[in-house]
C-alpha cells in the first residue's frame, strides 16, 4: 500500500514536469514588451473603454466633445 | 522522512544559486559595443559590484542613473561591471546613452554583454536587477535582488568602503 502511495504520487509529479514550465525573471524578455501588456494600444483601449462606458454604463460619452452613440 | 527533507535541501541549496561566502564565478564577456573582452580574474584586487540588467527591466532602468553617480565617487579599489542580457545590445547601448545624457557624465563603468544569460543562470538570479557586491579576494559579500534606491546605496557605499579597507 505504501509502494502504490509513492508511485501514484511519483506520476501526479511527473505528470506536472511536462506543462510546468518556471520561467526565470531575466527570461522576461518577451512578457515586458508593452503588446504584452492587457491593453496592448493605447489608442485601442481609449477606444475601447469609450465603448464600454457607453454600452455598460449608458452614460453619453466619456468626455464632453462626444455623442452617446459610441462611435467616433 | 528525514532523508526526504535532506535531499530537498541539498536540491533547494543547489537551486539557490551563488550566496554570499561563495566564490564569485569567473567569465569572459565582450563589451556592448563588442569592441573588448573582459574577465573577473583581471578584476582580483578591487571590490566589484557586478549588475544584471536590461534595458526592459524597468527596475533596472530606476538603478542605472545611481550606479552612475555611484561609480563616479570611487576613483579606485572599486568598480562597477555592468552585464545587460537583453536579445539586441542596441537596446542597451541607446539606454545607457540616454542615462548619460541625462546626467551629463560619460558611462563610468564597464558595460558587458551576455545575450546567452550564461552568467544570470550560473549566479541563479532570482530577479530582475540582480547585484553581487564582491570582494578583493573574489568572494561575494553580499547579494542583493532588485534594484537600489538612493537609501539603499548609502548603505551599500558604507559596506564597499568596508570592503576596500579590508
Known amino acids: 500500500m505504501k509502494y502504490l502511495v509513492w508511485i501514484a504520487l511519483l506520476m501526479i509529479i511527473s505528470g506536472c514536469s511536462d506543462h510546468l514550465v518556471w520561467v526565470m ?27 464600454f462606458l457607453i454600452r455598460e454604463a449608458s452614460a453619453g460619452g466619456d468626455s464632453s466633445f462626444q455623442g452617446g452613440c459610441g462611435c467616433r | 522522512m528525514k532523508k526526504i527533507l535532506l535531499i530537498l535541501m541539498i536540491a533547494l541549496t543547489l537551486y539557490a544559486g551563488v550566496t554570499e561566502g561563495d566564490r564569485a564565478v569567473d567569465f569572459t564577456l565582450s563589451t ?89 543562470k550560473a549566479y541563479g538570479a532570482m530577479g530582475m536587477p540582480s547585484s553581487y557586491l564582491i570582494d578583493k579576494e573574489g568572494v561575494v559579500r553580499m547579494v542583493i535582488v532588485g534594484s537600489f534606491n538612493h537609501d539603499d546605496i548609502e548603505a551599500l557605499r558604507q559596506k564597499i568602503d568596508l570592503l576596500i579597507k579590508q
Not at chain 1, 525573471?25 to 465603448?51: D, N, T, V, W
Not at chain 2, 556592448?32 to 583581471?42: G, V, W, Y
Not at chain 2, 544584471?52 to 576613483?75: R, T, V
Open chain 2, 32 to 120: 556592448l559595443d563588442a569592441t573588448q573582452q573582459h574577465t573577473l580574474t583581471e578584476l582580483k584586487g578591487k571590490v566589484i559590484l557586478l549588475n544584471l540588467w536590461a534595458s526592459w527591466c524597468g527596475g533596472c532602468q530606476k538603478e542605472m542613473p545611481e550606479f552612475f553617480k555611484l561609480q563616479s565617487s570611487y576613483a579606485n579599489n572599486f568598480e562597477i561591471v555592468t552585464v545587460s542580457i537583453d536579445k539586441n545590445a542596441q537596446n542597451s547601448i541607446d539606454f545607457l546613452e540616454e542615462v548619460s545624457q541625462d546626467l551629463k557624465m560619460k558611462i563610468p563603468f564597464k558595460t558587458l554583454y551576455d545575450p546567452q544569460k550564461k552568467l544570470a
Open chain 1, 25 to 51: 525573471s531575466y527570461e522576461k524578455e518577451y512578457f515586458a514588451q508593452e503588446k504584452m501588456s492587457m491593453a496592448p494600444l493605447s489608442e485601442r483601449a481609449e477606444q475601447e473603454g469609450h465603448i
